[in-house]
């Protein structure tokens, strides 16, 4: 079993528009997605880390709240 400061840690994925994806990637030798979600508009999900996932990927304008913080993906600050 993994063991670490992020494993069990969880984090919590707030679509801002349809169709942000939510992919988990595993853990091992070679990295693969093993875990794909779709969320719309105003959907949360909430991921954790597990001995299985290594790393989340998120594809799409969503808000991520962690316990090291809050950031926005796929929104255009400039």
């Known amino acids: 079993m993994a063991e ?14 349809d169709g942000v994806s939510i992919i988990g990637l595993t853990r091992g ?14 959907e949360v999900m909430i991921a954790q880390f597990t001995q299985h996932t290594s790393a989340i990927k998120i594809r ?9 913080g809050q950031v926005r993906a796929g929104i255009d600050q400039a």
């Open 29 to 42: 030798e070679s990295t693969k997605f093993h875990h794909n979600e779709k969320l719309d508009r105003g």
């Open 4 to 17: 670490g400061p992020l494993f069990g840690e969880y984090i919590i994925v707030k679509a801002l528009e």
């Open 60 to 68: 799409g304008a969503a808000e991520i709240l962690t316990s090291h």
